[in-house]
Each structure stands twice: as C-alpha cells, then as structure tokens.
C-alpha cells in the first residue's frame, strides 16, 4: 500500500488489533498491507468496485455516538462501543474511516464464505487436473482454505458453452466462469473499449461479447491474467505448460520507452510466457498483448550464433582483439542501440573515447503511441544513451549523417552494436566501401558486410538496466541462457575495451557499475543490486530542453518526471 509523504493516518481495528492506514484506504489492501488475507474474487485494486461476488464479507462496526448529544457512547471500561452492523458487509465496498472495527475471522464470516464457495461451486465443473489455470486458481485455493470440505449438491450441473473464441487471443471456457466482471470492467474502463457483457440470467448468466465485436484490442491478454478461476485462457499459452513449472524472471517489455513491469515464464531454457508484473508508477498491472510475443524473436532462423573473422568462426577472443585492431587503425564511428542496456552503452562509449572519442548516432524508431503502454518512442533505453554520454542529441531514424561522411572519406570504420545500416538508410555501396564490426543477435544485411561478427544476447538472455521515458532507471534479469560458447555483450565490450587502452576492466556487472557511478553524476554511490523492485528516479535536468517524443502513456507526464528525478 502507497503512501504520499506528509499523508495524514487514521487508526482502524482489524480483528481487535489498532493498524494505522491512510484516510479512504480499500479495507481489502488495508488488511492485505498489515498481513490480512481477505479472500475476494470480483475486487481488483485497479478496477472499479463491483461488490458482486461476496466472498469478502466481513462483520463491520463503528463507535457509537448519542443521537441527541453526539457525544460518543462508552463501554464499561470507559472505551468507545462499538456499533456493528445487524449483517455482514463486503469489504471491498468498505473504506477505512477513523476507529473502524472489522473482523475477518469469526464464526459468522466463516458461514459467510463457507455459503459463498458452495454457491460458487454448485455448477462449477470438477476438472482442476485439466484446467490451465491450475496452480494459480483463486478458486482452487479459496476452497480449500474457506470452503466447506464437501459438496451437498446432488442435482444436475448447469452445463455452459466450452472453448469459446472471444478475439483471436482469448478462449473461453464459460462454465468455469464465476461472473466477477472483472474483464468487463477492464475492457470499459482501461481500454475503453466496451466489447464484453453478461447475458440471461441466474444459473445461466453468460459472458459474451456484443453482437458484432470481439475481444481484439491490443489488451485483451489482461482479461486472462485477471480472471481468478479458469475462464479466459490465452490461446498462445494454452495447454502448453503448467505454471508449477515455470521459473518467473523479472524484465522490462522493449516494446517501447514505456518500460512495462514484466515476468517472463521459463522451463529448461524455453520461454512459455510474459505476463505483466506490477508497478503502480509505470503499468499498474497490465501490459500489451503484442509485448507478451516479444520473446518469439528468440525463435527466428536468422540467429547469429558465431564469432567470425572475414566470415571464418573464431574465439571470442580473437574477436574482440580484432575488433580492437581495427578500431585503433581506423577513423571510427559508432553506431549503438536503444534496444541495448545501459551498461552496454556505457562500455560502447568508454571504447568511443578510447578510439578518439569518433561520432556516435543511435537508430531512432517510432510509431503510433495509444495513450495507455505504448509510447511513440519505439527505443526502450534512448534515455539510457543519453546518461551515459554515448549520444549528445536526439536519434533519427535515418543515419544521413553518417551516410554523408562515408561518402566524403571521413569514416572508415563502423562499429555497430545490435541495429541493422542498410534499415537505417545507408546502400550496399556504403557498406562496403567501410570495414565493420558488428555485434547483434539478429543475422542481417549489416552482419553479412562484417569484418568481425560478434553475436550478441536478446533482453531475455541478459542482465542490466533501461531507463525509461520518465528517467526512472530499471533493472532486468537473465530468464534463459543464450546459444552455447555466446558471450553477454558485456563480456565482449570489456574485452575489447581492455584491448584498446589495457584498463583491465573485469567483466563482471558490478564492476562496470563501479565505473558508471565513478563517471556519472545522476548514477553517483549507485549499485546494480541496490536499484529498487519498481525503478528509481534519476536526474534528468541536463536534457530537459531536448525535444523528446512525448505521449500520453499511463503514469507519465514529462514537468512531474521532470520534478520528481530532482530537475
């Protein structure tokens, strides 16, 4: 539970202990924020109260009060008496007021929920070994901690359509459904995209879409991470794993400079998914659906897995010295990446400097932004290039500049780290009348003019931080090994850059670290292990008047990022 600095506190009681929450707090997060489960199914911190499933019915009271005088009513031992409600109420209708009592646990909130599973439980199907969302049902856990134990039920089920298509991404099995509405809710207000209903009535009551539309938006997977039972599935997901068996990784989404929170699930060096993970200053809980099959970029043919010299394999070593050999002798130029990690476009620039400190450029890269996870800036880490000096300006999606020194002789060497040149509008006469070094994890026209190749390792494969669109710095960590005998870029960079001025840099993430918060001032006394679970601000008031991109993306508006990184 969020706090703002210099916010008042009130005192509640939860079963008799005194908690001290802020004014209007949800009682389902203030129980949850003091080690209170309150089971519940339709509530979902982020979408609006709906109160219809009942499973978070709690007794409730307030101090008395005399209605003649106003003056509060006092027990024997001269504390407040409590008034309570004649029946219980639900919780997640419920906001914290000053000495409010509720009690979680006793006899009549027990029969509550004990009623309340076995309603839920009457027409639901026993099939929990078949059902993909085993392992992460709600229901599943709910009745076995709150439920009665056996079923009285001896009639026949309600029997609801399976396997029902609601979009190209969403399946339902809607007689597993519980009718919380949440993906109602979601679909209306977060997307805004009103698409999803419920029909006929009582036992029968079914989740449909409107006659005509379907689940399509680019949001649609958020429905399946918040269904509590096993209703919605994903159609990409389905059927393919069960999620015991998933190692969560926490990453960051390089869809774009958004920076959405995400978990990526993986199983003997195989990504099976990517769901969000929540962050309340960045994506709430939600993601894209066009994020979540970022990581099938890892299954493309065109994967560059071999160190080469003119074409022949070689050590990653014999690379990296002669990467190093080449860029001493050349006139260099360098071309990063906003899709690498910040310590990789620290290393790239200290190897700049070390080569006479040549041009740098970075591919920019945009595209429609949709005012909720998507910004126009394509580039998960342009920021990045600015903090660690790689860059000075602005990228474009055109490398004309660059184009129009090859031709007048003032380049001769190109280093280029994960993009391809003839995408960023360069020719095929261009490229070879340079000498390159490439490094990328993608086979292109760039790799194929190379004179040294070095593969390089997707976000899913490494370890290290972007900075996203509101300067807020965030870290990522390995989900799955890269290709055999592939060195993280890191690795080769250091390698390289030991080659050409012999610092002895070691190769190890912590190390480089030392060296950014030696070198750069809104990185000073930072580590890469002290990053908070949800990003840290930094400063970014030496590029406040570069004319950024700006969205209307969730969370972000650029004077309060501006304000809140110290600028």
């Known amino acids: 539970m969020s706090q703002k600095t210099g916010e008042k506190l009130i005192s509640v009681f939860i079963d008799d202990e005194e908690v001290r929450v802020p004014p209007g707090t949800n009682m389902i997060e203030a129980a949850a924020s003091f080690g209170k489960e309150i089971p519940h199914y339709c509530y979902h911190p982020?979408?609006?109260?709906?109160?219809?499933?009942?499973?978070?019915?709690?007794?409730?009271?307030?101090?008395?009060?005399?209605?003649?005088?106003?003056?509060?009513?006092?027990d024997?031992?001269?504390?407040?008496?409590?008034?309570?409600?004649?029946?219980?109420?639900?919780a997640c209708g419920t906001n914290a007021a000053p000495g409010m009592h509720i009690k979680t646990e006793s006899d009549v909130v027990k029969k509550c929920r004990n009623g309340v599973m076995e309603f839920l439980l009457i027409n639901h199907p026993l099939d929990c070994p078949i059902c993909d969302q085993a392992?992460?049902?709600?229901?599943?856990?709910?009745?076995?901690d709150y439920g009665r134990g056996y079923s009285r039920f001896i009639e026949e089920k309600v029997v609801k359509p399976k396997r029902t298509r609601l979009g190209p991404r969403v399946m339902l099995d809607d007689e597993r459904c519980i009718l919380c509405s949440r993906c109602i809710r979601f679909c209306n207000e977060i997307v805004e995209d009103e698409v999803l209903g419920f029909i006929d009535r009582g036992s029968h009551s079914t989740l449909t879409c409107f006659p005509g539309r379907q689940l399509e938006n680019n949001y649609s997977l958020n429905t399946v991470d918040i269904c509590p039972v096993g209703a919605l599935t994903s159609m990409d997901f389905r059927f393919k794993m069960r999620v015991w068996f998933l190692s969560e990784t926490p990453s960051i989404c390089t869809e774009s400079s958004v920076g959405v929170n995400t978990l990526v699930g993986s199983r003997e060096?195989?990504?099976?998914?990517?769901?969000?993970?929540?962050?309340?200053?960045?994506n709430d809980t939600w993601m894209s659906d066009s994020g979540r099959l970022l990581y099938r970029e890892l299954e493309k043919a065109d994967r560059l897995t071999q160190y080469s010299i003119d074409g022949k394999a070689t050590l990653p070593?014999?690379?990296?010295?002669?990467?190093?050999?080449?860029?001493r002798k050349g006139k260099c130029a360098f071309?990063?990446?906003?899709?690498?990690?910040?310590?990789?476009?620290?290393?790239?620039?200290?190897?700049?400097?070390?080569?006479?400190?040549?041009?740098?450029?970075?591919?920019?890269?945009?595209?429609?932004?949709?005012?909720?996870?998507?910004?126009?800036?394509?580039?998960p880490n342009l920021r990045g290039a600015l903090v660690s000096g790689l860059i000075d300006r602005l990228p474009q999606a055109r490398l004309t500049e660059l184009s129009e020194q090859i031709d007048a002789d003032a380049v001769d060497t190109i280093v280029v780290w994960g993009e391809d040149l003839l995408e960023a509008g360069l020719t095929e006469e261009q490229l070879e009348k340079v000498t390159i070094v490439y490094c990328g994890y993608r086979d292109n026209a760039t790799a194929a003019h190379a004179k040294v190749g070095i593969p390089g390792l997707s976000v899913?494969?490494?370890?290290?931080?972007?900075?996203?669109?509101?300067?807020?710095?965030?870290?990522?960590?390995?989900?799955?090994p890269g290709p055999e005998g592939v060195l993280p870029d890191v690795a080769l960079l250091v390698r390289i850059l030991n080659e050409l001025d012999g610092e002895g840099v070691r190769p190890r993430i912590e190390?480089?670290?030392?060296?950014?918060?030696?070198?750069?001032?809104?990185?000073?006394?930072?580590?890469?292990?002290?990053?908070?679970?949800?990003?840290?601000?930094?400063?970014?008031?030496?590029?406040?008047?570069?004319?950024?991109i700006e969205g209307k993306s969730l969370h972000y508006d650029p004077e309060e990022a501006l304000a809140a990184a110290g600028g």
């Open 335 to 379: 071309v990063g990446s906003g899709r690498s990690s910040l310590e990789e476009q620290f290393l790239l620039q200290k190897i700049r400097r070390a080569c006479g400190n040549g041009p740098a450029w970075l591919v920019g890269r945009t595209g429609a932004e949709d005012e909720l996870l998507i910004s126009a800036d394509r580039n």
């Open 76 to 90: 024997e031992g001269g504390n407040p008496k409590i008034m309570w409600m004649p029946g219980p109420a639900i």
């Open 269 to 282: 060096g195989k990504i099976y998914r990517i769901t969000p993970r929540r962050n309340d200053e960045v």
């Open 135 to 144: 392992g992460e049902c709600h229901l599943q856990e709910y009745a076995t």
């Open 511 to 548: 190390s480089i670290w030392q060296l950014m918060s030696d070198e750069i001032e809104s990185l000073k006394w930072m580590t890469f292990a002290g990053i908070p679970e949800g990003g840290q601000l930094i400063s970014c008031e030496a590029f406040k008047d570069l004319p950024f």
């Open 317 to 327: 070593d014999g690379a990296a010295k002669e990467a190093a050999d080449i860029m």
């Open 460 to 480: 899913f494969e490494n370890r290290g931080c972007f900075i996203n669109q509101q300067f807020r710095l965030q870290s990522f960590l390995a989900a799955v």
């Open 46 to 74: 982020k979408l609006t109260v709906a109160g219809n499933c009942r499973m978070c019915l709690v007794e409730l009271g307030m101090p008395g009060r005399d209605r003649a005088t106003g003056e509060p009513l006092l």
